[in-house]
């Protein structure tokens, strides 16, 4: 009986030969030529292929891996400061919300400063009513000069099928196709001002208010700091409490420097706000009225100067009208 060997990795065929010739061996015999066989160096195949993160933060170069383990991995030094200073900054302006409420703290205010804020979100709220109230009045405006072309339509049929009114037919059918008419340009003035009202309400005051949440929120990371300053400034001075006091009169100082910095940027915003308000309002406010007025004098020139004179583009805000009668023709 020959001796099975393996000299290298065995092929298929040898693995054939090999189960064959072995399965009629006596289990002495089996088991004296397993244990004459030599060990073979074990290779470790990682079941997985290290895959590089494509998400680590910039600078990071993961180590080379370690009998097939990736060791564990760490982000920047700098990554951790950021996460322990917001965390730090949180619970600095969380407290110092608490201890005004309860009114331990003291808070900065300035009067002047906190008057025309709190005009400013009136304003608001009262030009958002302003707003609602204008889109409603042009949908119901528009759905009314769709009635009153339809009515014209029908007074125009009605006046070829009946001979013994249609004067009377015809007369109230051009009637109402005018004041259709008049009415589309009284619509088109509706939208602009509308548009305009909605740009200054909800584009331009909420810029504003934006940068006055910036603002509110400095101040309070301002005031958390300073309470944070005064408190350290009546321990005793230590060498610790030296170099505590010294960071802490950093802090302050560069907060200080972002109050100030956003509180000049609320009151330029607000001045330059307050003016452009009043300057489209008179706008606004003017073309109104003299289109309403010039459309219920039935004045359809000075209806149509005013749109020319306020740059109100021509609009067809109504659905299709319907094929012109032989009458209109």
């Known amino acids: 009986m020959s001796r099975i060997t393996i000299t290298g990795d065995p092929t298929v065929h040898e693995y054939i030969n090999r189960n064959a010739e072995t399965d009629n061996m006596h289990p002495a015999i089996l088991r004296s030529e397993i244990e004459a066989r030599p060990l073979r160096p074990r ?14 933060p910039r600078g990071y170069t993961p180590s080379p891996t370690q009998n097939g383990e990736i060791p564990h991995q760490k982000f920047p030094s700098s990554k951790i400061d950021v996460i322990k200073n917001w965390s730090v900054s949180t619970y600095k302006c969380t407290k110092q919300l608490i201890n005004e409420k309860l009114g ?20 608001q709220k009262k030009y958002g009513n302003i707003l609602k109230l204008a889109k409603s009045m042009a949908t119901q405006f528009q759905c009314f000069i769709l009635t009153q ?3 014209g339509e029908a007074f125009a049929e009605l006046g070829q099928k009946s001979p013994e009114l249609q004067q009377e037919f015809v007369q109230n059918s051009e ?3 005018c004041l259709s008419k008049n009415g ?12 305009s009202v909605n740009t200054l309400c909800n584009k331009t005051i909420e810029d504003t208010l934006i940068t006055i949440k910036q603002y509110e929120c400095a101040r309070i990371e301002y005031d958390a700091y300073r309470s944070d300053l005064e408190m350290l400034a ?10 505590r006091v010294g960071d802490a009169q950093q802090n302050y100082q560069q907060h200080k420097e972002e109050f100030e ?15 452009n308000r009043v300057k489209v309002m008179h ?18 020139q000075a209806l149509e100067t005013t749109l020319k004179q306020f740059n109100v583009k021509p609009k067809s805000p109504t659905a299709p009208s319907v094929a012109a009668s032989w009458l209109e023709k």
Not at 104 to 123: F, G, H, N
Not at 184 to 194: D, G, H, I, K
């Open 283 to 300: 706008k606004q406010l003017l073309m109104f009225h003299n289109a309403t007025l010039a459309y219920f004098s039935n004045n359809h």
């Open 43 to 56: 290779t470790y195949v990682p079941n997985s292929l290290p895959l590089t993160n494509t998400a680590a």
């Open 175 to 177: 009637t109402q196709k």
């Open 234 to 243: 009546q321990i005793p001075r230590t060498d610790s409490n030296t170099v």
């Open 149 to 151: 072309q339809s009515l």
């Open 261 to 275: 910095k956003l509180r000049s940027d609320v009151i330029v915003k607000l001045k330059f706000l307050d003016e």
């Open 184 to 195: 589309e340009s009284l619509l088109n003035a509706l939208n602009f001002f509308v548009s």
């Open 104 to 123: 331990k703290s003291s808070k900065t205010v300035d009067i002047e400063l906190e008057t025309e804020i709190e005009q400013l979100r009136e304003t």
